[in-house]
């Protein structure tokens, strides 16, 4: 049973970088990039294919989020650039073991870390 560990998460400054990882990843079709802010449903982030790299962004991140994959280490990085308060939220990585359905939906991940926290004051 792949496990997943997040890291990486803290306060920063609008305007600021983090760079979140995932260790235990790559044994799965995809993997992802979550968050949830408060009172707020979880959202997709960022997606790669773990074969191909193929990589697929929200629009609300596209040019300011990169999503990478060391397979050698087995570990997923998410690169925050440009950081925005609305940012703010958990951020979790999931292992995608189902691939009959759009890369955003919760449904296609059965495997989940348990979080890391990004805050981004203004």
């Known amino acids: 049973q792949v496990q997943l560990v997040e890291s990486g998460g803290g306060s920063v400054q609008a305007g600021g970088s983090l760079r979140l990882s995932c260790a235990g990843s790559?044994?799965?079709?995809?993997m992802g990039w979550f968050r949830q802010a408060p009172g707020k449903e979880r959202e997709g982030v960022a997606h790669?294919?773990?074969?191909?790299?193929?990589?697929a962004y929200a629009d609300s991140v596209k040019g300011r989020f990169t999503i990478s994959q060391d397979k050698s280490k087995n570990t997923l990085y998410l690169q925050m650039n440009s950081l925005k308060p609305e940012d703010t939220a958990m951020y979790y990585c999931?292992?995608?073991?189902?691939?009959?359905?759009?890369?955003?939906?919760?449904?296609?991940?059965?495997?989940w870390g348990q979080g890391t926290q990004v805050t981004v004051s203004s």
């Open positions: 999931a292992a995608r073991t189902s691939n009959d359905g759009l890369w955003y939906d919760r449904r296609q991940y059965t495997i």
């Open positions: 790559g044994y799965t079709i995809g």
């Open positions: 790669i294919y773990t074969g191909s790299g193929h990589t």
